[in-house]
């Protein structure tokens, strides 16, 4: 049997933790060769960055332990071999990529230092180091490579920062990247266009990408190779397209249906007086205008989908309408009245009508509160809403109605899983019966099959209770499946609102269908499919 | 940078006018100097000729305005009890405890930073909780009683270093050393958290994947990065010495800022009072500056 670049064999990895033994990786083998993408798909938890740790050396011993297994790579055992022999492997022979590049590259130095300082640590002379990192840049598609050697990583945009990492790893030729999750923490364009610098690269130096992701988009656009894990364990490999088309195990064929963006689209009947009308809207922070005279209208019970990049304004958004921010001209009527202009009586009333649920459930929930305590201080504020008597059964109601059971009302945050956490937080928004929930990319950091756990809530919710939502989000699969109309924003401008078949199915500015053509399909046969056409205009381009 | 340092330049004068106010007024009411100066049975003809003299028959607000008329032409007037200029004699002590200050707090950023660095990289390993014994030890225990155990060790008993005084490099181990004993086990303390949170941070683990070697992970991609925290403790440490390591000075007859003023406040010699607060205060917002610059110059994202 021909020897593979890198071969994992029946790894275990251990932690001991305070709570006890986590079995992160049993028993896990998979390998990679010269010139292919290899991606390892999995939800948070299941075990699929340990092994990249284990081959780069990054446990920490303890708590870490590994407990079988070797890992070769060109002939030797990674796992056998002393620090410093390992040392000299990394960032030479294998180089990895993580998420979030800002935290990822030293703020302090500058990236032209970080970028030559490996190249300086295995051997190569500071001039020679200093010319390679410049074509590094050039090659990347950083602009202005001089000037961009002696920045410092915070005067990068995310997708920049992200290409500065590539520029790093790839600096010493290495036989193998690893990239976790490169893309996740980009808006949809820079995702596109970092996975196709990525590819490229690889045809060009014909090194084995590893890619670890949790985005089956990710996988059907750039691996040739997937492995399934859950729970530390291998369930499933083979060709992406053997692996979305005809999944064997069942825990695949549960991440496949999860998978957002092919459900039936909701078709709004506008009729009636809106719920909110907002008119003209703006909002600047010194010089930088946040918002430029954004209008919409919201009919009770309806989804208005807020979509755009990063920085288009759409948290700007929601905090101004809910008056945790000023806005500085236009108007919201709420029922026909000027929330903007309401005096704190009127907003205090206000409040109980527009409830607020945020992206990271760790952070909004105070962890020192029970349950029962987060959700029932909704009516120490207002405590018209019920009688003291009936807020433990009104807990209990509340969380049976998000899916969780009342004997969890004793419990703490911190003793729940993220998706649990956010039933939590919408049990608390519900607790004041609203009539508006705002939704700040609520679902965003959720695994797919939780997302779709918590989609499914709170479409049963505006079924059932009648609740509009204003619905902040960049995932655009995901806004298919819940939205009634979909405003697309950009800088601070609406660029374009409708229905949600309008957008999706018949977008009429630029930047709509780009950002609709940036998002990656699940199915490898219509990504490869789309990917043609952006290949073509890559081309022209270039 | 240039318009942050002009308000941090006008909001310290402020500060200083309003500390100048209050410590004249304040030092008037413990008494009258006349009282101190003279000998027991002095006349009252000696008393009045001693106030006139030194101006203090006229009104409080007559003298505080005389008071500030001469230090805008920079003179801070006589020390009553040397008969000399009071900032000279001021300044005379301030070098000396400028010197003391500026040998301890090098050696204790010096080794506290090296030592916590060390500590943090293998928390709870056997050097960390040894240093950490060590350190807790020096930050807890009062600086008086080191200074005494120290002279009855190694002075008297053990006959190695001069008891007080200055004039011999010997004579600055002891009160070296016992000044650095305290804010060494602080800093150390506060090196090692922020050493321990920076190891813990993403680019490590990509200085590790690029195959960074431990002493670099340390001393060039942590140190920075855990510096600012440190440098605020250092700068607050090295404020309190020059303001006077009052307690040292005095136990080692040290010639220093503490000492005069200490000897000033109990003599009354209220120019020299003055004076040295004034000297002081500009001392510490000089460091203040410093340590400001020392915080751009370590990370880029505040220089904007």
């Known amino acids: 049997m021909a020897e593979h670049l890198l071969e994992v064999r029946n790894l275990s990895v251990q932690f001991h933790t305070a709570g006890g033994t986590v079995h992160a990786v049993r028993n896990i083998s998979w390998h990679l060769d010269r010139g292919e993408t290899l991606a390892i798909l999995g939800e948070s938890g299941s075990g699929k960055s340990v092994s990249a740790s284990a081959i780069m050396n990054l446990i920490d011993m303890p708590p870490g332990e590994i407990t079988s297994g070797e890992v070769t790579f060109a002939g030797r055992n990674l796992l056998a071999m002393s620090d410093d022999e390992r040392r000299a492997i990394n960032g030479k022979r294998i180089a990895m990529i993580f998420q979030d590049p800002l935290s990822h590259l030293n703020p302090v130095f500058t990236v032209g230092w970080q970028i030559i300082e490996v190249m300086r640590i295995h051997g190569i002379a500071a001039d020679a180091a200093r010319a390679r990192a410049l074509d590094l840049l050039k090659r990347v598609g950083i602009p202005a490579p001089e000037t961009a050697m002696r920045k410092y990583p915070h005067q990068f945009s995310g997708g920049q920062r992200q290409r500065l990492m590539i520029a790093m790893a790839l600096a010493l030729k290495p036989d193998i990247v690893i990239a976790d999750e490169p893309t996740t923490a980009l808006d949809v364009t820079v995702q596109a266009e970092v996975l196709a610098l990525l590819d490229e690269l690889q045809k060009e130096t014909g090194l084995g990408l590893l890619l670890i992701t949790h985005d089956l988009g990710v996988v059907a656009d750039i691996a040739d190779r997937v492995v399934v894990m859950n729970a530390g364990e291998i369930v499933e490999t083979g060709t992406p397209d053997e692996v979305y088309h005809n999944p064997k195990h069942p825990y695949t064929r549960k991440l496949i249906s999860a998978a957002p963006g092919r459900g039936e689209m909701h078709e709004p009947n506008a009729a009636g007086e809106p719920l909110l009308r907002v008119e003209n809207l703006c909002k600047s922070y010194g010089s930088f205008k946040a918002l430029k005279e954004v209008s919409f209208t919201l009919q009770p019970g309806e989804t208005m989908a807020v979509v755009g990049e990063s920085g288009s304004g759409k948290s700007t958004l929601a905090r101004a309408l809910l008056r945790l921010d000023e806005a500085d001209s236009g108007h919201a009527y709420w029922n026909g009245r000027d929330l903007l202009k309401m005096p704190a009586k009127e907003l205090y009333q206000l409040r109980r009508q527009m409830q607020m649920v945020f992206q990271d459930p760790t952070q909004s929930l105070n962890p020192r509160m029970t349950v029962y305590q987060l959700i029932s201080e909704a009516w120490v504020i207002h405590p018209e809403i019920l009688p003291k008597a009936q807020w433990r059964s009104r807990v209990e109601e509340l969380l049976t109605q998000v899916g969780l059971s009342p004997a969890h009302a004793e419990r703490y945050p911190h003793q729940f899983s993220g998706g649990q956490r956010q039933r939590i937080a919408i049990a608390r928004a519900l607790a004041l019966r609203p009539e508006l929930i705002v939704c700040d990319e609520a679902v965003s950091a959720l695994d797919v099959s939780i997302q779709a756990q918590v989609i499914a809530l709170l479409d049963k919710l505006r079924r059932e209770l009648g609740i509009a939502f204003i619905f902040i989000a960049h995932d655009l699969p995901v806004v298919r499946d819940f939205a009634d109309h979909v405003m697309v924003m950009q800088a601070g401008e609406c660029v374009e609102v409708g229905t949600v078949r309008q957008i999706f199915e018949n977008p009429q500015r630029d930047y709509t269908r780009r950002l609709l053509d940036a998002g990656l399909d699940p199915d490898p046969r219509v990504q490869a499919a789309r990917r043609m056409p952006k290949v073509r205009a890559g081309l022209e381009v270039g | ?304």
Not at chain 2, 16 to 24: E, N, S
Not at chain 2, 157 to 179: E, F, M
């Open chain 2, 1 to 304: 940078m240039g318009k942050k340092m002009m308000r941090r330049i006008v909001s310290s004068f402020f500060s200083l006018v309003a500390l100048v106010v209050m410590v004249f007024f304040l030092s008037r009411l413990t008494g009258d100097p006349a009282a101190l100066f003279l000998p027991i049975d002095a006349t009252q003809e000696m008393l009045d000729q001693f106030r006139e003299l030194h101006g203090l028959n006229d009104p409080l607000i007559q003298q505080f305005g005389r008071y500030v008329w001469d230090v805008l032409h920079l003179d801070f007037g006589d020390s009553i009890r040397k008969a000399r200029p009071a900032i000279d004699v001021v300044l005379e002590s301030f070098t000396w405890t400028l010197q003391l200050a500026l040998i301890t707090i090098a050696l204790v950023t010096a080794l506290a930073i090296t030592i916590g660095s060390v500590a943090a990289f293998r928390p709870g390993g056997l050097f960390d909780r040894f240093v950490s014994l060590v350190s807790l030890i020096g930050a807890s225990a009062p600086d008086f009683w080191i200074a005494i155990v120290g002279i009855v060790v190694f002075s008297i008993t053990l006959g190695w270093v001069p008891t007080s005084g200055t004039g011999t490099v010997w004579h600055w181990i002891l009160p070296v050393a016992v000044l650095f004993i305290r804010p060494f086990g602080l800093i150390l303390q506060v090196v090692r958290g922020s050493m321990l949170t920076a190891f813990g941070s993403a680019y490590v683990k990509t200085a590790r994947a690029k195959g960074v070697g431990n002493r670099s992970i340390i001393f060039v991609h942590t140190l920075r990065n855990a510096m600012l925290p440190v440098i605020t403790v250092i700068g607050d440490q090295a404020a309190a010495m020059l303001n006077g390591a009052v307690v040292v000075e005095t136990i080692f007859g040290f010639p220093g800022v503490g000492k005069l003023m200490i000897d000033s406040i109990l003599q009354r010699d209220f120019n020299v009072i003055l004076a040295a607060i004034m000297v002081t205060a500009l001392a510490i917002f000089v460091m203040n500056l410093l340590i400001d610059i020392a915080y751009t110059l370590l990370d880029p994202r505040l220089r904007t």
